[in-house]
């Protein structure tokens, strides 16, 4: 059984950095892809970021593009988001995820396909 806690969110000023971590539990995270998810208030639920289980081809949605990266360390058993140039559109909870991989991450963008293990979430509020 794979359970997954998010960490690091906080206050931060636009144009500052924040990483989050991930920490999972549960030896099928090895072989599982990873994301990381965003939800702002009165927003559904959008995708920022994913990877594979060996951590090739990282894929961002167009918000996220040259100012996130998304890693995983699978000695650690933890998955990361670094955000840089952060901009209060950027505020929203984030959710770490993981699941088999969908085959092509635009099938999570589109809700085709959805990860099957979810985080609890960690607030990001950026100030303008």
């Known amino acids: 059984q794979v359970q997954l806690v998010e960490s690091g969110g906080g206050l931060v000023q636009a144009g500052g950095s924040l990483r989050l971590s991930c920490a999972a539990s549960g030896r099928t995270f090895r072989t599982y892809a990873m994301g990381w998810f965003r939800q702002a208030p009165g927003k559904e639920r959008e995708f920022v970021a994913g990877i594979g289980w060996r951590g090739g081809s990282p894929y961002y949605a167009d918000s996220a593009k040259g100012r996130f990266t998304i890693s995983r360390d699978n000695a650690k058993d933890t998955a990361y988001l670094q955000m840089n140039s952060l901009k209060p559109e950027d505020t929203a909870v984030y959710y770490c995820?993981?699941?088999?991989?969908?085959?092509?991450?635009?099938?999570?963008?589109?809700?085709?396909?959805?990860?099957?293990?979810w985080g609890q979430g960690t607030l990001v509020t950026v100030s303008s």
């Open positions: 995820a993981a699941g088999p991989h969908p085959g092509l991450f635009r099938l999570w963008v589109s809700r085709d396909r959805t990860p099957e293990v």
